[in-house]
């Protein structure tokens, strides 16, 4: 496999249910970051990690834990969500911090997460 | 707070050019990046301009005027491939990409 890979592409879960959302890069970055894309709404930065180390956590609810056992694969683990949460979260990589400030993140397709 | 202003909605015709504008108000700024996302894609990265000018890659342009806080992506031949979604998105930090909501391009025959 080649690039960014998310799985699932799907999920539709319960308000008290637990999941996680995985990614994996193939691309030999350090850097990895959750992003979520909501309708009519621009990306929201959720959570970055450098060299396995979390450097950005822009006020996300404690309902979203994420874990980067590795430099390859970041978890976005869920909890007790809310409707509200419902949206598509995208995974990303890069080089260096944001590819040595080249501005340029390789996408996964994301996971569409629905909460009932 | 911090904010990108792109247009909504730009309709063009196959073979044409367009131009998408960006306006950003952020609280601080290396450069400035263009993606494109097809419908149930991921975003693919176009372009970046961290200094003012034009930077061209094939039939896609970039500008940035720094001074004006203001961008934008030019697309030339339009093909109806080109139909998507283009975000802006300006890098405010080291590992911040803060991205704007989004033009939908629709190219017709």
Redesign the interface.
Known sequence: ETGVTQTPRHLVMGMTNKKSLKCEQHLGHNAMYWYKQSAKKPLELMFVYSLEERVENNSVPSRFSPECPNSSHLFLHLHTLQPEDSALYLCASSQDGLGGNTGELFFGEGSRLTVL | GQS?EQPSEVTAVEGAIVQINCTYQTSGF????WYQQHD??????LS?N?LDGLEETGRFSSFLSRSDSYGYLLLQELQMKDSASY?C?V?TG?????????TRLTVIP
């Open positions: 990108l290396y450069g400035l990046s149930g894609g991921a975003p693919t990265f970046y961290a975000f998105a890098l080291a590992n911040n990409l803060f991205f704007g909501t989004g």
